[in-house]
Structures are given as structure tokens and as C-alpha cells.
Nanobody, 125 residues
């Protein structure tokens, strides 16, 4: 059974940084795509970043390019999202997700079979 557990969310001022972690368990993820999504109140869940586990190819939505970095530690089976220069509009619940099928961009939430419970990120101005 696949389990994804996020941590690292919190309250931060604009311009600050946070690092989210997602501990993955239940199987080998070497053939998977792993992603971060976020959902703000009243809005749809949106793609933030994704990584192809096998070769570390990464994808980002335009609004976070240059500020966020997705990475993974294969030995620890852990996914990360380093977030810098945070803005109030980054406020959302952030979710980790895993997809058995690797697709170009890996940006559609419907492609992901497994989801974590989410971690809240709040950025104050």
C-alpha cells in the first residue's frame, strides 16, 4: 500500500523560505513521476512541480520557476520542495502525489494515483 506523508508546512513572511518533504513508502518508485500540487481556498488544485524519479527530469509551473526546486532522495524515498522568495499567493495546502505512468510535463492531477494528506503553507505580507 502506497503511503505519502507530507511535512514542513507552516507560517512564513513574504520573501521567506520553507522546505516541504514527502516520505513515500509501500513500493519502489524508480519508474514513477512524483509531483507537488497545491490548493488554495475556493480554487482548484493546481500543479506546482514534478520530477521523474528515474532520471530527475523536472517540470515547473511558470509562477514558481526560479523560486521553487523539486528534488528527491532515492535512498530515503523522500520527495522535497524547496520554496524561496515566497509570496502571499503561494498560500495553499500543498499535496505530494505519485504517478505510475511518466508523462511529458506530469502536470495533470488526474494522472496521479496516490496522494498525501497535504500540508498547509501560509505566507503573510
Amino acid at each position: 500500500q502506497v503511503q505519502l506523508v507530507e511535512s514542513g508546512g507552516g507560517l512564513v513572511q513574504a520573501g521567506g523560505s520553507l522546505r516541504l518533504s514527502c516520505a513515500a513508502s509501500g513500493r519502489t518508485f524508480s519508474s514513477y513521476a512524483m509531483g507537488w500540487f497545491r490548493q488554495a481556498p475556493g480554487k482548484e488544485r493546481e500543479f506546482v512541480a514534478a520530477i521523474i524519479w528515474s532520471d530527475s527530469t523536472t517540470y515547473y509551473t511558470d509562477s514558481v520557476k526560479g523560486r521553487f526546486t523539486i528534488s528527491r532522495d532515492a535512498a530515503k524515498n523522500t520527495l522535497y520542495l524547496q520554496m524561496k522568495s515566497l509570496r502571499p499567493e503561494d498560500t495553499a495546502v500543498y499535496y505530494c502525489a505519485a504517478s505510475k505512468v511518466v508523462r511529458e510535463g506530469s502536470s495533470c492531477p488526474l494522472w496521479y494515483e496516490y496522494w498525501g494528506q497535504g500540508t498547509q503553507v501560509t505566507v503573510t505580507s
